[in-house]
């Protein structure tokens, strides 16, 4: 646990670190975890990371932009029909539709993203071309749902058996309460996908895509589609992305924090503290509830902090593409 004393001796610490050249801050509050400065660099939430690391590692490797890389890897997970609560196969709100967020940002800035939007496998796509194809951000609903179908995605019913059969067990008690790391337990290692991306060049990419909340309100959006809560890239300073209770993230703009951080100093580490540490002191919701950050600089340090243990990301770096637990606030 990082306490109160323990942060501010840290905080501390980490402004006289400030004066340091910074070939000499890497391993400031970097833990157990290597803090490494190698490019190009892949970086993700919980375990379905992995392959999703692994995809845009391959695209990068392949000659593909980094933006490419983004989208790519996060459609793996997006289709699985295995993985709960991201894509086809994710658990649906509470009148038993399955709704997603999406969002996605390129090197130069521009963002695009998707909410509440029905139907569609591959909702990361759809936001890229919000992004490249339209004047907007976001398109929602049915509009986001209109927009996709002219752009020529397919329309697909997501609510796959094993979602149906969860959704109908809810409903016997129909008691809502967002459950800290159900993602963790056996068979369900899943969540939002938030997946940031540097490659050799410096060029920084993020997507971030999901089902959001089990059994949520219908119409609720998450976090995962506003730029600057669930996803934040900006190409002179670094990326992040995030995961948990979308409603904590949102009420802090995590994402942005955490690069706005970056960009007065911090080491991604430190950022990604510090984010969660407004959360703990603004939101009394806290400590009942799960938010995890990663972050990436643009020459390639990483860092990742939670309110809960639990969380856990992936990280490809130097030819090795691992699992990493997160260190927690409590
Ligand atoms: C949301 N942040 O919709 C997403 C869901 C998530 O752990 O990441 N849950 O609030």
């Not at 375990?47 to 932009?65: C, D, F, R, V, W």
């Not at 997501?158 to 059969?165: D, I, N, S, V, Y």
Request: a negative charge; one cysteine or more.
């Amino acid at each position: 646990m990082l306490n109160r004393r323990k942060f501010i001796e840290r905080s501390a610490a980490a402004g006289m670190l400030s004066l340091l050249p910074s070939v000499l801050k890497s391993n400031t509050l970097s833990g157990k975890v290597p803090v490494k400065k190698q490019l190009p660099v892949i970086i993700s939430t919980w375990k379905h990371g992995i392959p999703a690391n692994a995809e845009a590692m391959k695209t990068l490797q392949s000659g593909g932009k980094v933006l490419d890389a983004v989208e790519k890897g996060v459609m793996v997970v997006e289709a699985d029909p295995e993985n709960h609560s991201v894509g086809i196969g994710g658990l649906p709100d509470r009148d038993g539709h399955v709704t997603l967020d999406a969002s996605i940002m390129a090197p130069d800035g521009n963002a695009g993203s998707v909410c509440f939007l029905e139907n569609i496998v591959h909702p990361v796509s759809v936001a890229r071309l919000v992004m490249e194809k339209t004047p907007h951000v976001i398109l929602a609903g049915e509009g986001a749902l209109q927009f996709a179908v002219e752009s020529g995605f397919k329309e697909q019913n997501l609510l796959t058996p094993g979602a149906e059969k969860a959704w109908k067990e809810w409903l016997e008690k129909s008691h809502y309460d967002p459950v800290t790391n159900w993602e963790n337990e056996p068979n369900k290692y899943h969540d939002t996908i938030g997946l940031l991306a540097v490659n050799e060049n410096g060029e920084l990419a993020g997507a971030c895509t999901t089902s959001g909340l089990a059994f949520k309100l219908h119409g609720r959006v998450g976090d995962s589609p506003i730029i600057g809560a669930g996803l934040f890239v900006d190409n002179e300073v670094g990326g992040a992305t995030a995961t948990g209770m979308g409603e904590l993230v949102m009420k802090t703009l995590g994402s942005f924090l955490v690069v706005e951080l970056m960009r007065n100093g911090r080491t991604p580490q430190q950022a990604c503290e510090e984010a969660v540490m407004r959360i703990v002191k603004k939101d009394p919701e806290n400590k009942r509830r799960q938010v995890g950050y990663i972050a990436v600089s643009k020459n390639g340090e990483t860092g990742a902090f939670s309110l809960q243990p639990g969380f856990n990301y992936a990280l490809h770096q130097g030819g090795e593409n691992i699992l990493i637990d997160s260190k927690s606030h409590y």
